[in-house]
């Protein structure tokens, strides 16, 4: 297109469906996000936001993908707290988190929940960290792979525990919901997005929340903190970006859309639902993310380093 043709082009964006891609399986936390946001986006982009989940290495391959996209304003990407741990997991990773990116919008904040089987031989926090201690070689952890917060809050709960488990990557917390509920493994720590309606069914057992404070949807498991692992924090956030390069103009209003999905109240209800916070409108913004992107960045590396767990 001439700069002209260009010009006009943006200025009618968005006039096809816009892709919005989930690095992890269907029906997992990060793709319930997408979904609502992108039914919400859709009613004021007069476009259909259409989600594909590209599955892989713990969501890198989908950001490895969205790096490389055609920064024509018709893909997004959707991720988490794995832009940030990606850089220290992964030794030859073919994308900069901070340089491969248009930066367009926070989102939500996730509480996590350590999860074991139904029939897990163990009743409350105490009992469990005992049971895990003494069975530690026969106890399958499972998680969506290096890089998904799954893994991370897994490896910090062996670390705070003292204790090697076997870790089982599925490309999304979504199939490996599927097998903890099919007791083909045992504990879990997921996102309250995914686990909420599994926990008040009674179809898993429920430990604790990963966050610093109790959680509202949640109100009578205690965190894992006051259970007695010291300072154990993970809180999941999810973030909106564009490959590098995508025209501002278009990365501004797919913000305004962003934020206006976040006010409609059938986001509202269904994140307040499922435990979800939508992040305050005053830091939605392009920058605050990339701030905010750099800053996990150095937050999690040290932590990683110090997991010893890589890969190429
Ligand atoms: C998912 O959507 O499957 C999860 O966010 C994966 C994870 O990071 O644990």
Redesign the pocket.
């Known amino acids: 297109l001439g700069t002209a043709a260009f010009a006009h082009a943006q200025g009618n964006w968005p006039t096809k469906p816009i892709t919005l891609v989930?690095p992890?399986?269907a029906g997992?936390?990060?793709?319930v996000v997408a979904r609502t946001l992108g039914a919400a986006m859709t009613k004021s982009l007069g476009q259909t936001v259409v989600v594909e989940n590209k599955l892989g290495a713990?969501?890198t391959v989908a950001a490895a993908y969205v790096a490389k996209a055609q920064p024509d304003g018709y893909t997004f990407f959707i991720h988490?707290n794995?832009m940030a741990t990606a850089p220290a997991l992964y030794r030859k990773l073919s994308f900069d988190p901070l340089k491969d990116f248009e930066f367009v919008s926070q989102a939500v904040e996730v509480p996590m929940t350590f999860l074991a089987r139904k029939d897990f031989p163990a009743n409350n926090f105490q009992e469990m960290v005992t049971y895990i201690r003494a069975n530690k070689e026969k106890i399958n952890l499972a998680?969506?792979g290096l890089g998904?917060?799954?893994?991370l809050c897994g490896m910090m709960f062996q670390r705070a525990v003292g204790v090697q488990l076997t870790e089982v990557p599925f490309q999304?917390?979504?199939p490996a919901m599927n097998a903890l509920l099919g007791g083909q493994v045992d504990v879990l720590c997921?996102?309250t997005t995914q686990t909420v309606p599994q926990i008040k069914a009674g179809s898993v057992k429920l430990y604790g929340v990963t966050t610093k404070n109790r959680v509202k949807v949640l109100p009578n498991a205690p965190t894992l903190a006051e259970q007695g692992l010291k300072d154990f924090e993970v809180v999941?956030w999810h973030g909106i970006y564009a490959p590098k390069g995508t025209p501002k103009p278009v990365v501004d209003r797919m913000n305004a859309a962003v934020r206006a999905a976040l006010k409609d109240p059938d986001v509202i209800k269904r994140m307040d639902d499922l435990g979800a916070e939508i992040v305050p409108d005053a830091t939605n913004t392009p920058e605050a993310l990339h701030a905010w992107l750099k800053s996990e960045i150095d937050k999690w590396g040290p932590v990683i380093k110090a997991g010893g767990k890589f890969a190429d």
């Open positions: 989930v992890f399986a997992g936390p990060t793709d713990g969501g988490h794995g998680n969506a998904a917060v799954s893994q999304g917390t979504a997921d996102q999941v």
